[in-house]
């Protein structure tokens, strides 16, 4: 899989995105007395571009396990992958 272009530029400036509009000269301005675009820099650094990302072969279930060493109750999480299959709907 390849790596988010977005993410990657995000992580070499520390997770500041900026944003600029894209005029169009046939759409009018919400204000008319703005004459230079306004540019807004925000915070926007998230871990999710370094996960990694793999794909399931088909139908089945997934689980993800912590087992703490100092004997703590397991963590388990369990997702059933053919109904998302059968809908084509989003699994998170």
Known sequence: MWKSPN???????GGTVFREPIIVKNIP?????????????RHAHADQYKATDFVVPGAGKLEIRFIPENGGDMIKHVSLLHQQLVDSTDLH
């Not at 993410?7 to 400036?13: D, F, K, P, S, V």
């Not at 301005?29 to 820099?41: A, F």
């Open 7 to 13: 993410g990657t530029i995000r992580n070499i400036l």
């Open 29 to 41: 301005r919400l204000v008319n007395t703005w004459t230079k675009p306004i540019i807004i820099g």
